[in-house]
């Protein structure tokens, strides 16, 4: 008989504590389909790390230091006696005030990624004992044996076969990866090391992508990704709670919602799910009776595709405004723009020019990234030698997410008539028939979604 060959992703809300924990190693054992576990940190760990690492005063450090040992000994405190485990909790919390000691003297992005990988350690490192507790064989794995990056602190890169290699060198194995074994290997998601062995970090949320990554390296058959919501909504359920669940979507447009802003996923998870054409489910922990959403190929969606199927915000983006005259029918100008904002490591994400500007959109969300830290003085000097620069911040970013969205009538007239009453900064419609979107104020952004929904998904 044939069996799946189940990776199983928990988010921070589904390790947040002793209880959360339970609830999500009774999901891995009701499964016997499962044999690998990637976790995050438990919920607001990784933000009193990163905070850490950005260097705080003696008083402020100790308040963020003992947070953290609160949750793990909350966690702790309901686990048998283990002398073993204790210490190496310990170790690790010693370890940290350590590495923000000398972040308050000098930070670095290889420092933050060092400090915020010790979330997902703990995390792990406790989820194994309580596997333990419930009888069910568990080993704990360091996922930063197999997964190698390049050395961009914050947002590395994978290097695809050397992780297969490396899994196929350290996980495959493992007898208790047999699908006849009843088993279970943890490890975390979100961290990795690059050539010299040196933890990176690969962004914020990318403990998804770390379960697609092994999932691909392993030969997976499914990806589940157990978070705080029953699956994939038309819209975040927070901002319109008519929202609705959806049963199955397809790679493209679940693509395209996590690249628009919708954190049920990691923008990266689905790219090692496609290439191997790897299924995702996506429910929650806390209700995993209550189904959840399939991510599949389009050859496998039973249902039609439609034209509209779901709204994504996304905050903290910046507007660049660049002008100058030598524009007008000159040749080589958005060449030596994008030059420069290439060499300081600057991704564009959307594009509109006229006869004398560009204007163009920076995404400042994820780890270590933010407006101030990507626009530096030195790129603006160089910015002017070629063009006026004008920045505005504070938008956000709507999407539209749906299927032949270019060539179905009446979309814009559908869509911008209902936004008569809101100032649209920039548009992009047409360069993807899975997506129109815009820019507009953040503290517009809520409004313009309920709006948008009410008329689109609701009527």
């Known amino acids: 008989m044939n069996r799946s060959f189940i990776i199983a992703k928990f988010g921070g809300t589904s390790v947040a504590d002793y209880p959360a924990m339970v609830n999500s190693a009774n999901i891995v054992i009701a499964n016997p389909n499962v044999k690998v576990v990637v976790l995050s940190a438990s919920a607001g760990v990784t933000n009193l790390l990163v905070a850490l690492a950005e ?13 953290i040992k609160q949750i793990q000994d909350n966690i702790l405190e309901h686990l048998p006696e283990n002398p073993q485990l204790q210490a190496d909790i310990d170790n690790i919390l010693a370890n940290i005030a350590s590495l923000s000691e000398a972040a308050s003297l000098a930070t670095s992005p290889a420092l933050t990624d060092e400090l915020v990988s010790h979330g997902e350690i703990m995390s792990s490192r406790l989820f194994v004992e309580i596997l333990k507790q419930l009888h069910y064989d568990a080993i704990w794995f360091d996922v930063r044996k197999v997964m190698r990056t390049d050395d961009k602190f914050g947002k590395a890169i994978p290097k695809i076969e050397e992780i297969k290699q490396l899994c196929c060198a350290h996980l495959k ?18 961290i ?40 994939i909504y038309t819209t975040d359920p927070r901002i319109a709670p008519a929202a609705k669940r959806i049963d199955e979507i397809s790679f493209a447009e679940a693509a395209e919602m996590a690249t628009f802003g919708a954190k049920v996923l990691h923008p990266a998870t689905l790219v090692p799910a496609v290439r ?11 209700a995993p009776q209550a189904g959840g959403t399939m ?22 983006q910046t507007l660049l405004t660049l002008t100058s005259l030598n524009m007008l029918y000159a040749q080589g ?8 904002l290439a060499k300081h490591n600057i991704s564009v994400d959307l594009v509109t020019t006229s006869e004398v500007s560009v204007a163009l959109t920076i995404d400042t969300t994820g780890t270590n990234t933010d407006g101030n830290s990507l626009l530096t003085k030195a790129l603006f000097d160089e910015l002017s030698t070629v063009c006026h620069v004008d920045v505005q911040e504070d938008l956000a ?15 814009a007239k559908e869509v911008f008539g209902a936004l008569d009453d809101f100032c649209i900064r920039l548009c992009c419609y047409g360069a993807s028939t899975h997506n129109a979107c815009f820019l507009v104020q953040n503290s517009d952004a809520d409004a313009i979604i309920k709006l948008l929904h009410h008329h689109i998904f609701e009527k």
């Open 55 to 67: 260097g705080r005063t003696p008083d402020i450090r100790q308040q963020h230091l003992a947070k």
């Open 173 to 190: 194995s493992l007898d208790i990866l047999s699908l006849d074994q009843k088993g279970i290997v943890v490890t975390q998601g979100f």
């Open 192 to 231: 990795g090391s690059e050539s010299s062995g040196k933890t990176t970090t690969l962004g914020r949320g990318g403990s998804d992508y770390t379960a697609a990554l092994l999932g691909e390296a392993l030969n997976a058959t499914q990806i589940d990704i157990w978070t705080d919501v029953a699956g």
């Open 276 to 286: 191997s054409n790897i299924p995702v489910f996506v429910g929650s922990s806390k």
């Open 295 to 316: 991510v599949y190929n389009t050859g496998s969606i039973t249902s039609t595709l439609p034209p509209f199927r779901a709204l994504a915000l996304r905050r903290k």
């Open 333 to 340: 100008f958005l060449a030596n723009v994008f030059a420069i």
């Open 397 to 411: 970013l709507v999407a539209i997410i749906g299927n032949n969205i270019t060539s179905t009538k009446g979309v």
